[in-house]
């Protein structure tokens, strides 16, 4: 069974630039989640979508990220503009349904110079 | 208060001996508990998932769960170096994980 999958993999750009992530969940994963996580924290959630619907999105910076799954499958995470605190690794995973054991993709690290 | 609370570590041990990583927890409504395993650099990795009181054992990882006491605790046995990463709880209380920030092991061989 395929795992979940993530591009790409390493991204470098300068502030006020714009970045997209893409994230493609394990087949039959509902549940789809996007964290940030900063070096030496846990991840933190910044998006979860259920289908292609939003669950909790309480903790994304909407001033400047986005984030949409469309047809319930494949998920986009954008900022715009970025700055240099949103250096950070960002990890999308999924899960069959809300609270069920999640799966981790391999990551986007981020640096924003 | 944090929602998950963990020791930061660095915990140390050596190979062969039993490392002990604990988690607490806020929300007395969680119901769903992880533990994950970290190595530097890649992506969290699921160990094991526990739901009910007492004691969770798959392989040399053991996972326990103590509702009344909002903690959740993880025992590896016969600690191998390859064990050496970061260990994150995470807990789901009904709406969102929260993760804990890590327990770093070593294990000296």
């Known amino acids: 069974e395929a795992g979940v999958a993530q591009s790409p993999r390493y991204k470098i750009i300068e502030k006020r630039q714009s970045v997209a992530f893409w994230c493609n969940p394990i087949?039959?994963?509902?549940?789809l989640y996007w964290y940030q996580q900063i070096l030496g924290q846990g991840p933190k959630l910044l998006i979860q979508f259920q289908n292609n619907g939003v669950v909790d999105d309480s903790q994304l910076p909407k001033d400047r990220f986005s984030a949409e799954r469309l047809k319930g499958v494949d998920s986009t995470l954008k900022i715009q503009p970025a700055k240099l605190e949103d250096s950070a690794v960002y990890l999308c995973a999924s899960s069959f349904g809300r609270g069920n054991e999640q799966f981790f993709g391999p990551g986007t690290r981020l640096t924003v110079l | 208060q944090k929602e998950v609370e963990q020791n930061s570590g660095p915990l140390s041990v050596p190979e062969g001996a039993i490392a002990s990583l604990n988690c607490t927890y806020s929300d007395r409504g969680s119901q769903s508990f992880f533990w994950y395993r970290q190595y530097s650099g890649k992506s969290p990795e699921l160990i094991m998932s526990?739901?009910?009181?007492g004691d969770k054992e798959d392989g040399r990882f053991t996972a326990q769960l103590n509702k009344a006491s909002q903690y959740v605790s993880l025992l590896i046995r016969d600690s191998q170096p390859s064990d050496s990463a970061t260990y994150l709880c995470?807990?789901?209380?009904?709406?969102?994980?929260?993760f804990g920030t890590g327990t770093s092991l070593t294990v000296i061989p």
């Open positions: 526990i739901y009910s009181n």
């Open positions: 995470a807990v789901f209380p009904g709406n969102q994980f929260y």
């Open positions: 087949s039959g994963h509902a549940t």
